[in-house]
Every structure is written in structure tokens, then in C-alpha cells.
């Protein structure tokens, strides 16, 4: 099938995580035309409920294709790929590339084969999880903590607020409080929202330790699905797209501009 140089990439999520995947893939496919698109209105899945997610997220990626008619969808969003993305890839005719837990990395890279998850209370509670560590990390003990806090906090920060330390400090805390956690070396950022925060997060952490997520590697399954495809000569305008357009979007404009999306529109 043959795919226009002007049809966008999707990248979908409940705020502006997914712009922790999109700088990857900027990286590597420099002219690819953009549509972000944030479900404000919905913000945030990750105290929402299985049901909630699995009914809302195949029906907003329906109404998105229909309109902007993308050559590949990217669920940048743990919690609504760990839940949604099979009925997505079903109800879909492009490819979806989804955001799972770097569960792997995380344990090929410990040395204490101590390491954390840590996401939303959604994610960090789905058996894609358990089955992710039971195949990467028998050996590990693998620690889990739900932060809606830290989500928050790297909505703040992209637009500009002053930011309370205390957040990163108590997110991590749910992990090296638990049994075995002084000896974690290792924190698999599940949540896309939270790379965002990395800066923070290693701010606040008791002792050394490294954190991976899955940016690079989604980027590189980009590159490859849409390998032979043609591009625009130069950058295309990126659009940013909100289900619920108010102040708090708005401030977030100069955010999304650095990330190469300087229009905005609503759903």
C-alpha cells in the first residue's frame, strides 16, 4: 500500500507523557509529520478503572484515525496499552505500536536483581505486568508502586510551575520502603509521564540507581514499520490535539512548541 509523505504519525495519550516517546522518534525520523493527540478531557487513566479505559481509548483512536487519517498509531501511554491495545490493533486497518513496562532492559541491567516498577496504580497492577516479570526477571525481586502524584508533577512542570520535591521523593520511597528496596538499583519508568521527571526523580533518590524506559525502542519499531515509506523534504508542522481545550492546555503551549508541535486543536 502505498502511503502519502503528508500522511502523520499518531501519537496518542491522556496528557503529554507521550511526548517522552515523540522526542525519540523526532530524533530518528526528523520530517515525519505529527498529531499529538492528549485526552484532556479524560486525564488521568491511571485512577481510572479497567472498563473506563477499555471503552474510552479504541473509540477516541477510532475518531482520530477517521479524521487525520495517520499511516501508524502509537499508544503512548502504559496504562491504555496494557489495557486497550488489543481491542485498538483489532478495530484498527493501520499498524498500533504500543508502550509496555521495560521490564527487560531493567533486568538484563541490575546487578542487585533488585529493580522497581513504577507507574500508575493502573499499570503496576495488570497481569501483562506479572507475566513481563516472570519472563524477564525470574530471578529479580521486581517491586511495584503507583504514583498519581508524579504524573501530575511532570504535567506541572511542562507548564512551568514550580515543582515540589516531596513528590519524586515519595514516589520513590513506595519502592525502597518495601522489602528489599534498599538494595534497588533500578527503576523501570512504566509510566510515560515519567521520563519527563527523570531529572527529579534521580534528585530525590536515597542512593545510586539507574532508570530505563521504553522511548528508544518504540522509536526504533517506528523507523522499521514505516521503513520504505517516503517523508516530506523538510519538518512538517506538528499539530497538538485535545479532546478538552482550556487554560491549562494553553499553558502548556510553549512545551509542546519544543517538541515541534506548534498548532493546536480540539476533538
Known amino acids: 500500500m502505498t502511503v502519502a509523505p503528508e500522511a502523520p504519525i499518531l501519537f496518542f495519550d491522556s496528557g503529554v507523557g507521550g ?6 522518534v523526532r530524533d530518528m525520523l526528523p520530517t515525519a509529520p505529527i498529531i499529538y493527540a492528549a485526552d484532556s478531557a479524560g486525564f488521568p487513566y491511571g485512577t481510572k478503572s479497567e472498563a473506563e479505559i477499555a471503552a474510552r481509548v479504541p ?11 495517520p499511516r501508524l498509531a502509537v499508544i503512548a501511554c502504559n496504562t491504555a496499552s496494557t489495557i486497550a491495545l488489543a481491542a485498538v490493533r483489532a478495530a484498527l486497518d493501520i499498524p498500533v505500536v504500543g508502550t509496555v513496562p521495560a521490564i527487560k532492559p531493567a533486568a ?53 510551575e514550580p515543582l515540589d520535591p516531596q513528590v519524586a521523593r515519595a514516589a520513590l520511597a513506595g519502592l525502597t520502603t518495601q522489602p528489599g528496596g534498599e538494595r534497588m538499583d533500578m527503576v523501570v519508568l512504566a509510566c510515560t509521564h515519567f521520563p519527563l521527571v527523570e531529572a527529579e526523580l534521580a534528585a530525590a533518590a536515597p542512593h545510586p540507581m539507574g532508570f530505563v524506559h521504553g522511548g528508544d525502542g518504540i522509536a ?48
Open 19 to 24: 511526548l517522552s516517546i515523540l522526542a525519540p
Open 59 to 69: 473509540a477516541l483512536l477510532g475518531r482520530l484515525v477517521e479524521r487525520y487519517r
Open 108 to 160: 538484563l541491567l541490575s546487578k542487585s536483581r533488585v529493580f522497581g516498577v513504577l507507574g500508575t496504580d493502573a499499570t503496576v497492577r495488570q497481569p501483562y505486568v506479572d507475566r513481563l516479570a516472570a519472563e524477564h526477571g525470574a530471578d529479580c525481586t521486581v517491586l511495584r508502586h503507583g504514583s498519581a502524584a508524579l504524573v501530575q508533577l511532570a504535567e506541572a512542570k511542562l507548564r512551568g
Open 220 to 267: 526504533r519499531r517506528i523507523a522499521f514499520l514505516t521503513q520504505g515509506q517516503d517523508w516530506p523534504a523538510a519538518p512538517a508542522h506538528g499539530t497538538a490535539v485535545f479532546t478538552r481545550l482550556d487554560d491549562q492546555q494553553q499553558r502548556l503551549r510553549p512545551a509542546l512548541a519544543r517538541y515541534g508541535l506548534d498548532q493546536t486543536e480540539q476533538l
